[in-house]
């Protein structure tokens, strides 16, 4: 495995910021620059390109299983500049043949033609950020798409040859009712699609949410609502033959995200462009933040990174307990001490852990414990 | 120029007795009595210009911040009159200004001739001014009524110059009229203070009495106490015995505050000085004894010799258990000045090891925590302030409670409490508002009377508990913020009183445990079970939180068995920061305290145990920090 170095290269555009979003990502008018991205695309892109061939240096790594194209917003870049980035990685590794390339995208982003040069590079993977069906959902979340766009989006992308399609949702918005979610779910599973992520709300400070709820404006819905809506949904992906692999993702058999799982499985990853994290071998490192200090950096033949970590054992230890319990793989229970173990044994007796697996040797969340996992994880590491 | 250069002045134990008069200053916090007292330093020149400083006299930082006197002091201020041009020594002795300083403040008292009466004359008398006024009143002290303030746009003389003159029975134009911040009538003041005050009566050739009325530790000179001269005389070689333990001590320094301390020979007949002995606590050296001489003691001790009777009961512990031996060091050095403060290890299943201390009252209470924690660095969590309960059991047994955890199981014959009678003074609009207020804790109407047109005084008995709880912030706040409240100890009286438990998963948590009225106990459970259903945080089982009357459960909540605690996201960037939460959190676990199976968060205890008063403080803290 240490043979293999998978890629994340982050696009830090987005045309306009949404409320909830506190990512790395920067819009035209932030970056005082004129809201047509093109020239930025091109400039941006040789900047990765840079970085991608610093990363040849420091890495002993060979092949690359999977890229991924996150951000931000990768859409707003010429596909022909997104090719140029393969291009780059083929240049420095080998990238595996059956490699999972895959783009964010925004469905307002993309058209027929544009999807088809998306394809043509060489991306084979596309995850559509749906959010919601629900026209005053995407309101109060203060994304701007026509819920429409998302089924034509999805259809186009199939017609363009994506066998491989994905949309995220979101559930727990402000004024988000039970039967708006199901709505949602209905919506989502009627597209040709192979994966769904579907992820609780999270208000992060700092961000227009954050500060309308701290201000008393918007009341965030009770947990236990959000807990009923993640069964909905896991009940209703599960009938349609989406099974969960990861806490919050769910994919048809064999359509799992490799990249994905490469973070949950401790792989080593590269990420590329600025904020971006890394892992390769128990060390961490991440990028500096503002595209322009990146910027900076590379064109004066430095590395971006801001700052780094080594882990201690017992670190990479809790890192390994932390991800793995997320997976429907779950953990070896012959990694573990017998003190966790009998942490643990309270757990499975509430329920919360499935039997089956706990007799196998694995320890498997049931969906109850799925929706404590991280408490879970903090009895047995404290 | 009236005032005399200090080493011309008469001297200490060579100061004739017609030349003294000892005078205290009764003032409410705010009524301006230190800048007064700043004042007359400046003008009698005993402190020069240079070394002034506002509130010369309040030493301890709390004092200054706050514009109380806790303790109190006695300067020698030598003037020359300007009425008859004679030389005169004005011994200042300044007054505890807090209700729960009566005793205090009746032995300042006991230590003057006279008594200036100040009050500022833009808010009228208060009823603790009114309760020290009363005080100074029985002790025959001699009146001058002051009106201090006048240079304020708001000020009122005539109003309270006549509401002055019906309380002490003089003529309206009496009232001297000064500004302690101008200074305008302060010399004035000072020559009425030697006219109309009589100069100290007292046998200088009789065996020496003096009346300690303030003892301090100071950590260089041991405890420094203050004296009244009743008969005969001090001097520096003499053998000196307290009256009350018959204890001898050698006397190290014998002096007076003008205003820093100066040594002397002695003191003679009516001085007023300060004797150092090399004790160590003031608890030997207590306010209110006499002290005589070994060679040639007294047969009778000067009269109102008390010990100081705690009031008041919290239970004080540190909010990290490992900081209980510097809370018990605190505790120990805090004594040594304050003979009124009693404690005794008491340990909480909740809340660890800590300590059950004896106040004289709530003031008393909050200066005592609010030392130990600026002075010893210490955080604390203090338990709801109890009074002290005489329950008689089955048996006819007395128990004396103290705290709620000694309160008998089961039948109790009955329950005395403490019983106070409070006096309220407040505009006439709040009439009404004050006594529902006093009819809602227990109160019984005792009378009222009309202090002028628009001020009255009610007076009413009410259960100490009660004002302990929170009725002086309920007072306040109702009457929005005019009236002003008073209270003296009338003795017990039976009341039907309760204990009621809080209990979490069906484990009793001491800390929360009271004792109330009967018809409040149902109140307290659902209070108290309401505030802690919101303060614990959820966990992985259903925790049943319910107050009990013994055996009988009277209010029950629940918090719900938590269904979800999970961030959904979690991919490369977020895996540092998750775990760095994680560990966070395991930090966080350790400060929990567990109740059985139940972790209760540190600020759990605090937060139920805070008052809406407490709250309000703390909101206000932390908005004047930004």
Not at chain 1, 300 to 323: A, F, V, W, Y
């Amino acid at each position: 495995m240490n043979n293999e170095l998978a890629f994340y290269v982050h696009i830090p555009y987005c045309a306009r910021r949404c409320g909830y979003c506190d990512f790395n990502t920067y819009t035209p008018s932030e970056l005082s620059i004129s809201s047509d991205l093109s020239g930025v695309s091109r400039n941006y892109i040789d900047l990765v390109i840079a970085e991608i061939s610093s990363a040849r240096k420091v890495s002993k790594a060979d092949v690359v299983p999977t890229i991924f194209f996150g951000g931000g917003t990768p859409t707003l870049m010429e596909p022909k500049d997104l090719g140029r980035v393969i291009a780059a990685i083929k240049n420095n590794f080998d990238l595996a043949p059956n490699a999972e390339i895959t783009t964010e995208a925004n469905p307002d982003t993309v058209n027929k033609s544009k999807l088809a040069e998306l394809r043509e590079v060489g991306i084979n993977r596309i995850s559509f950020g749906m959010q919601s069906a629900v026209p005053h959902v995407l309101a109060s979340l203060d994304r701007t798409h026509n819920p429409a766009n998302v089924a034509q989006s999805v259809k186009d992308a199939r017609a363009a040859g994506f066998d491989e399609v994905s949309v995220d949702l979101i559930y727990g918005t402000p004024g988000e009712s039970m039967s708006d979610w199901q709505e949602s779910i209905d919506t989502a599973l009627s597209l040709p699609i192979s994966h769904i992520s579907a992820y609780a709300l999270i208000v992060e400070q700092g961000t227009k949410l954050g500060a309308q709820v701290k201000r008393g404006e918007v009341v965030m819905p009770d947990d236990d609502e959000t807990a009923d809506k993640y069964l909905l949904a896991d009940e209703k992906f599960k009938a349609a033959g989406l099974d969960w692999y990861e806490l919050s993702n769910w994919s048809k058999p064999g359509s799992e995200s490799k990249h994905n799982l490469a973070y949950w499985n401790g792989a080593n990853w590269w990420g590329a462009g600025p904020g971006a994290h890394s892992h390769i071998d128990g060390k961490r490192w991440w990028n500096v933040k503002h595209p322009t200090a990146y910027k900076e950096k590379i064109s004066s033949g430095q590395s971006p990174m801001h700052d780094q970590e080594e882990l201690t054992l017992e670190e990479k230890s809790s890192e390994r307990i932390m991800l793995e319990i997320r997976l429907a793989r779950g953990i070896d229970s012959k990694t573990l001490t017998a003190e966790q173990i009998s942490t643990l044994e309270g757990f499975k007796n509430q329920g919360h852990l499935l039997e089956d697996s706990w007799s196998s040797g694995r320890i498997v969340l049931s969906t109850s414990g799925r929706l404590i996992a991280d408490r879970i994880v903090r009895e047995i590491l404290s | 120029m009236p005032a005399i250069p200090l080493a011309q002045a008469p001297q200490p134990s060579k100061t004739k007795q017609e030349q003294i008069r000892n005078f205290c200053i009764i003032a409410h916090i705010d009524h301006g009595k230190s800048t007064l007292a700043d004042r007359m330093l400046g003008i009698t020149e005993v402190v020069e210009q240079r070394n002034m400083r506002a509130q010369y006299l309040d030493r301890m930082d709390i004092e200054r911040e706050r514009g109380i006197t806790i303790k109190s002091q006695a300067v020698r201020l030598p003037w020359r009159s300007g009425l008859d041009n004679q030389e005169y020594i004005l011994n200042m002795i300044d007054t505890p200004g807090h209700v729960d300083f009566t005793y205090e403040v009746s032995r300042s008292l006991a230590a003057c001739e006279g008594a200036v009466l100040l009050v500022d004359c833009a808010q009228g008398i208060e009823a603790q001014t009114l309760a020290n006024l009363y005080l100074a009143m029985e002790n025959n002290l001699t009146i001058i009524p002051v009106l201090n303030k006048i240079d304020l746009p708001a000020a009122q003389p005539e109003k309270f110059a006549e509401e002055l003159a019906k309380l002490i029975g003089c003529q309206p134009e009496d009232c001297l009229r000064v500004s302690g911040k101008t200074g305008e009538g302060v010399k004035e003041l000072l020559d009425q203070i030697v006219a109309q005050i009589p100069a100290p009566s007292g046998d200088a050739n009789a065996p020496t009495r003096a009346l300690i009325f303030d003892s301090v530790y100071d950590s260089y000179r041991g405890v420094v106490t203050y004296v009244r001269v009743k008969d005969g005389h001090l001097t520096a070689r003499d053998q000196i015995q307290m009256f009350s333990t018959g204890v001898r001590h050698e006397m190290l320094e014998v002096g007076v505050i003008s205003p820093e301390p100066v040594a002397s020979k002695g003191l003679g007949v009516g001085e007023v000085g300060y004797v150092i002995t090399g004790v160590k606590d003031v608890r030997q050296s207590r306010v209110g004894d006499t002290i005589t001489t070994y060679n040639n003691p007294t047969k009778t001790a000067l009269a109102g010799y008390k010990d100081p009777r705690p009031m008041v009961f919290s239970g004080l512990f540190p909010l990290d258990g490992a900081d209980f031996p510097l809370l018990r060091e605190a505790l120990d050095k805090l004594q040594l000045n304050d003979a009124a403060l009693v404690y005794e290890p008491e340990s909480s299943a909740a809340l660890g090891f800590g300590f059950r201390c004896g106040f004289l009252g709530l003031l008393h209470m909050e200066i005592v925590r609010e030392r130990l924690e600026r002075e010893s660095n210490l955080s604390l969590i203090s338990t709801a302030p109890n009074v002290v309960y005489t329950v008689t059991d089955g048996s006819g047994k007395e128990i004396i409670v103290t705290n709620p955890s000694e309160y008998p199981d089961g039948k109790i014959e009955k329950v005395e409490e403490p019983i106070v009678r409070a006096t309220v003074l407040a505009p006439a609009e709040f009439i009404g508002t004050i006594m529902e207020l006093c009819q809602e804790r227990r109160g019984v109407l005792l009378g009222m009377d009309y202090l002028s047109e628009d001020r009255v005084e009610i007076r009413y008995t009410l259960p100490l508990a009660e004002i302990v709880f929170d009725f002086f912030d309920q007072l306040k706040s109702r009457t929005k913020g005019y009236a002003s409240l008073d209270y003296e100890p009338v003795g017990e009286s039976e009341a039907d009183l309760v204990k009621v438990d809080i209990l979490l998963q069906g484990e009793k948590v001491d800390a929360f445990s009271a004792i109330v009225h009967k018809d409040k106990a149902y109140a307290y459970g659902t209070m108290m079970t309401g505030k802690l259903r919101e303060l614990i945080p959820r966990q992985q089982f259903e925790i049943p939180i319910q107050a009990a009357i013994g055996g009988r459960i009277i209010a029950r909540e629940s918090i719900r068995a938590i269904r979800k605690d999970v961030l959904a996201k979690c991919y490369g960037g977020d895996i540092s920061r998750k775990r760095k939460l994680l560990e966070k959190q395991k930090e966080g676990k350790k400060r929990m305290k567990m109740v059985g199976r139940v972790e209760v968060p540190q600020e759990a205890f605090v937060a139920a145990l805070a008052t809406d008063a407490d709250i309000d403080k703390a909101k206000a803290k932390a908005k004047e920090q930004g």
